[in-house]
């Protein structure tokens, strides 16, 4: 699976087609991420995915601020990583289907 959420955070989406179709992407996940990270996460994954992605700290780092094992930091983010990435999918599957739809329907009229 590819990861979604790195791609996102580092703004390397040059593999995922046109740059239509990567603003419309980075649209959609920055519409749909807030809401998984609200709804899907425990406070603890939220916590160390903001820390890694957005604070720019290592495990270490991340660890010793939360006063856990780097192990158990590593864990946290595998678990949230998986759990973003597989929603995300979903996302872009069914935007994917959408604008294929919408592309259709302009060349038939």
């Not at 791609?7 to 087609?17: A, E, F, T, V």
């Not at 290592?58 to 759990?83: D, F, Y």
């Not at 597989?86 to 994917?96: D, E, F, I, P």
Request: charged share 25%; net charge neutral.
């Amino acid at each position: 699976m590819m990861d979604l959420i790195d791609s996102y955070y580092s703004g390397d989406d040059r593999d995922s087609g046109d740059l239509d179709s990567q603003k419309v992407s980075r649209s959609a996940i920055s519409s749909v991420l807030p809401l998984i990270l609200k709804n899907d996460l425990t406070n603890r994954q939220r916590d160390c995915l903001k820390m890694k992605y957005v604070d720019e700290l290592n495990q270490a780092e991340i660890a010793k601020r939360l006063g856990l094992s780097q192990p158990t930091v590593c864990r946290h983010i595998a678990m949230a990583k998986s759990i973003v990435n597989n929603r995300l999918s979903y996302c872009l599957v069914v935007l994917n289907r959408a604008n294929n739809m919408w592309i259709n329907w302009e060349n038939s009229h």
